[in-house]
């Protein structure tokens, strides 16, 4: 299993970025998807987490601001970030609780990261 995230960059404070996240290989199904974020110096958090049947659920300080989302194939997921700001800069990392076979329990399955980079 694979997870490509993609979509990080450079923004000046107020800007908007869209971060995508695909998950390919050997997939049975596919439960919450989530995004991660951390900055130099700190423990990594959860920014952003979506269920399959759409719940999703956000850090305190990136809601109303960021929006996460699926495809329709339940494989893809998105954060939609706007009116960033510096304090948002960190590495972007997606997770995803797959089951790469019906006879196989639920691992954790992490992308390589994407920077984000708010410019004041």
């Known amino acids: ?3 490509q995230a993609s979509g990080g960059g450079l923004v000046e404070s107020g800007g908007s970025l869209r971060l995508s996240c695909a998950a390919s290989g050997t997939i049975f ?5 989530a995004w991660y974020r ?3 110096g700190k423990e990594r958090e959860s920014v952003a987490t979506i269920s399959t049947d759409g719940n999703t659920d956000y850090l305190h300080s990136v809601k109303d601001r960021f929006t996460i ?3 329709s194939l339940m494989r893809t997921v998105f954060l939609q970030m706007n009116s960033l700001k510096p304090e948002d800069t960190a590495v972007y990392y997606c997770a995803a609780d797959i089951r790469t076979t019906r006879w196989v329990e639920v691992s954790r399955f ?7 980079t708010v410019s004041s």
Do not use: C, N
Request: hydrophobic share 40%; net charge positive; charged share 15%.
């Open 38 to 40: 951390q900055a130099p």
């Open 1 to 3: 299993v694979q997870l």
């Open 69 to 71: 989302s699926r495809d």
């Open 29 to 33: 199904s596919i439960r919450t998807m």
């Open 110 to 116: 992490w992308g390589q990261g994407t920077l984000v």
